[in-house]
C-alpha cells in the first residue's frame, strides 16, 4: 500500500495592515516606529509573494518624501485682480538702497543654509530609522525560515517511521495470503487429477462407440455409392446419345451457313473489285491531272526563275560592261598624262583594243601606257588639232584618247595595221630583251664575284665543335633536295617525293629552332654556305616553274617545293638576315636577291 501524500501546510506571511501615506508635513512631525512581525497563523507558505510589509517599503513616493511643503500648500495658484493691486502698489516695491538689498540677501542664504541643514539631518535620521527596519525584518525572515525547516524536518521523520510500520504491516499480511495461496493450489492440483482421470475414461468409451458407428456408416457408404455409380452409367449413355445426336444437326446448320456465307463472301468479292477498279481509276485520273498541274506550275516557274536569271545575268553584264568601261577611262587618263609616275600592269586585256587612228592594236596596258606617250599617237594628236595646240587642255586629250581607243575586231591580225608600225614594235621588244639580258648577265657576274670574293673572310666566326656539326648535318639534309646537275637542268623537271619533303621539312624547323635560341649560329651557318644553298634551291622553284609553264602543264602539279615548304625556306632566310648586318649586305649584293626578284615577278605574273 502506498502511502498517502501528506504535504506541509505552508505558512502565511505575517499580514500588515496597510495604511495610507503620511503626508511629508506628519512625516517630518512624528516619526514613524517600526512595526513588529507576527506569526502567521493560517500555517501556509507566502515565500512566492512579498515578504516586505507595505508600510515598511523604501522609497515608496519620493517626491512626498522629500518635499518641505506639504501638499496644502499652492505656490502656482492664480491671483486675484485685488492681490495683483496689492502686490504692485505696496510700499515694499519701492528701490531699496545696496546695503538694505545685501542684508535681505544675507539674511535670506542664512535662512536657506539652515533649511537646507535642517532638511539633511532629517533626511540621515529617515534613513537610519528604514535601516533598523530593514535589518529588523531580515532577521525575522531568517526566523521565519528556520522554523519551516525545523517543522519540515519534524514532518519527513514521522512520514519515515509511518512508512515503516505500514511496510511491516503489509508484510504479515503478504505472508499469511501465501500461506492460503499454497493450500488452495494444493486443492486445485488434487482437484484436477480427479478431473483427469474421469475425461479419460470417458474419452475411451466414446472412442469404441465412434469405431461401431464408422464402421456402421461405411457399410451404408459402398451399398449407395454401388447404387449411384450404376444410374450414373445409365444417365451416362443416355446424355451422350443425346448430344451426338444435337451435335449432328448443329454441324448439319453450320455447312448450310458457311455454303450461304462463301456465296455471300464471293459476290461481296466482286462487288468489291469492281468498286476498287473504279476507285483505281478515278485515283489515277486524279493523280495525271494533278501530275500534269504540277508540271505546269513547275514549268511556269522555271521558267519565270529563267527570266529572272537571265534578267539579272543582263543586269549584272551591264554593271560589269560599266565598271569595265570606267576603269578603261580610269587607265586611258593615267597612261596618257605624263606627270603621273604610274606602274602599268601587264595583265591583258579579255577584250583586244586598237587605236583607230593610229591602227595599233592594245592587248594591255604596257602597250596602252607605251602607245599613249609613244611619238606617233603624239603626232595624230597635233595633225587633228592643228593650229589650236596653245588651247589644247588635258580634257580634250582625253576625250580624244577615249574616243579612238576602242575594241578591235574580233577576226583583226597586225597584217591589216600599220607594217612599219609592228616592225617597229618588234625591234623595240627585241631590244628591251637584249638590255634586260645583258643586265642580268652583268648581275649575276657582280653575284658570283661578291660570293667568291666575301664567302672567305666576311663571315669571321667562333662557334663550338658541336654546334658546327649539327649545321654541317642539317645542310646535308637541306642540299639532298636539289638535283645532281647543276646549274638547274631547265628541260626535266624534279618533283620530290614524301620522305624527302618530309627530311627536308624536319631540317628546315631545326634550323629555325637553332637560330632561335643561338642567333650567333647564323654567321657560322653563311660561312658554311647556307646562303648559296638557299639561293640554288629559289633558283631550282623558278627553273622548275618556267619550265612547267613553257611545257603547257599545270603549276601545281610540277612545282619543285609545295608553297608551304618555300614559305618556310624564306621565312629560314629572313630570320638569318634579322639582326645580322654581314649576312643582310652579303644577301643583297649576291645573286640571291636576283633569284628573290624572280620568283616576286613570277608569282605576281601567275596571280
Known amino acids: 500500500m502506498k502511502e498517502p501524500n501528506r504535504s506541509p501546510k505552508r505558512a502565511k506571511p505575517p499580514s500588515s495592515p496597510r495604511t495610507p501615506p503620511a503626508s ?19 500555517g501556509r507558505d507566502h515565500s512566492s509573494r512579498s515578504r516586505i510589509p507595505n508600510s515598511v517599503k523604501l522609497f515608496a513616493s519620493w517626491p512626498d518624501e522629500y518635499s518641505d511643503e506639504g501638499p496644502s500648500t499652492s505656490r502656482n495658484c492664480p491671483l486675484s485682480r485685488s492681490d495683483i493691486q496689492d502686490k504692485f502698489t505696496s510700499p515694499s516695491r519701492g528701490r531699496a538702497s545696496p546695503q ?3 542684508r535681505k540677501l544675507e539674511e535670506r542664504q542664512a535662512k536657506a543654509q539652515e533649511a537646507r541643514e535642517r532638511y539633511l539631518e532629517e533626511k540621515v535620521q529617515r534613513f ?8 529588523e525584518i531580515k532577521a525575522w525572515q531568517e526566523g521565519q525560515q ?10 519527513l521523520q514521522k512520514a519515515a517511521e509511518l512508512r515503516q510500520q505500514q511496510i511491516t504491516k503489509i508484510k504479515k499480511i503478504a505472508h499469511v495470503e501465501d500461506i492460503k495461496v499454497d493450500e488452495i493450489l494444493f486443492i486445485n492440483k488434487i482437484e484436477a487429477a480427479n478431473k483427469k482421470l474421469d475425461v479419460l475414461s470417458r474419452e475411451k468409451d466414446v472412442e469404441a462407440r465412434l469405431q461401431d458407428l464408422q464402421e456402421e456408416r461405411k457399410n451404408k457408404q459402398k451399398e449407395i455409392n454401388a447404387a449411384k455409380e450404376a444410374a450414373a452409367e445409365e444417365r451416362k449413355r443416355q446424355l451422350e446419345a443425346d448430344h451426338q445426336a444435337k451435335m449432328q444437326q448443329i454441324m448439319d446448320k453450320i455447312r448450310e451457313k458457311e455454303v450461304k456465307i462463301g456465296q455471300q463472301m464471293i459476290e461481296k468479292e466482286k462487288e468489291r473489285a469492281n468498286l476498287a477498279n473504279l476507285k483505281q481509276q478515278t485515283r489515277e485520273k486524279k493523280i495525271s491531272a494533278v501530275n500534269a498541274a504540277q508540271q505546269h506550275s513547275v514549268q511556269q516557274l522555271q521558267l519565270k526563275i529563267q527570266q529572272k536569271q537571265e534578267a539579272s545575268e543582263k543586269r549584272k553584264q551591264e554593271n560589269m560592261d560599266l565598271i569595265r568601261h570606267k576603269a578603261f577611262e580610269l587607265s586611258v587618263r593615267k597612261c596618257a598624262d605624263s606627270d603621273d609616275h604610274m606602274t602599268p600592269r601587264s595583265v591583258p586585256y579579255e577584250t583586244v583594243k586598237m587605236c583607230s587612228v593610229c591602227r595599233v592594236l592594245i592587248g594591255s596596258e604596257i602597250y596602252l601606257f607605251s602607245h599613249l606617250r609613244g611619238k606617233t599617237h603624239q603626232d595624230a594628236i597635233r595633225k587633228q588639232y592643228k593650229g589650236r595646240e596653245d588651247s589644247l587642255t588635258k580634257e580634250d586629250v582625253d576625250l580624244y584618247n577615249m574616243k579612238h581607243i576602242v575594241d578591235a575586231p574580233v577576226d583583226a591580225i597586225d597584217s591589216d595595221f600599220d607594217p612599219e608600225y609592228v616592225k617597229m614594235d618588234e625591234f623595240r621588244l627585241k631590244s628591251i630583251k637584249k638590255h634586260i639580258s645583258r ?4 648581275m649575276t657576274d657582280k653575284g658570283d664575284a661578291t660570293e667568291a670574293k666575301e664567302s672567305k673572310h666576311v663571315f669571321p666566326v667562333e662557334s663550338s665543335v658541336k654546334n658546327r656539326t649539327k649545321l654541317v648535318k642539317l645542310l646535308k639534309e637541306v642540299s639532298s633536295v636539289l638535283p645532281s646537275s647543276s646549274p638547274p637542268n631547265l628541260t626535266n623537271n ?33 660561312s658554311l654556305g647556307g646562303m648559296h644553298l638557299i639561293s640554288q634551291l629559289i633558283l631550282q622553284v623558278v627553273t622548275s616553274q618556267s619550265v612547267a609553264k613553257g611545257s603547257g ?3 601545281s602539279s610540277q612545282k619543285f617545293l609545295p608553297d608551304k615548304s618555300l614559305v618556310r625556306l624564306l621565312h629560314l632566310l629572313g630570320l638569318t638576315c634579322h639582326g645580322v648586318p654581314v649576312i643582310s649586305r652579303f644577301v643583297f649584293l649576291s645573286n640571291i636577291i636576283t633569284c628573290l626578284l624572280d620568283l616576286l615577278g613570277q608569282r605576281l605574273t601567275v596571280s
Not at 24 to 39: E, L, V
Not at 439 to 442: A, T, V
Request: aromatic residues 4%; glycine residues 0%; positive net charge.
Open 146 to 155: 528556520q522554523q519551516k525547516l525545523e517543522n519540515l524536518e519534524t514532518k
Open 553 to 555: 602543264q599545270t603549276c
Open 24 to 42: 511629508p508635513s506628519n512625516r517630518t512631525a512624528t516619526p514613524t516606529t517600526p512595526t513588529t512581525p507576527t506569526t502567521p497563523t493560517d
Open 494 to 526: 624534279v618533283v620530290l617525293n614524301a620522305t624527302q619533303m618530309q627530311s627536308f621539312e624536319r631540317a628546315l624547323v631545326s634550323l629555325e629552332s637553332t637560330f632561335r635560341s643561338t642567333p650567333t649560329d647564323k654567321v657560322l651557318f653563311a
Open 100 to 102: 538694505e538689498s545685501i
Open 439 to 442: 643586265l642580268r648577265c652583268r
Open 128 to 135: 537610519k530609522e528604514k535601516a533598523k527596519k530593514l535589518e
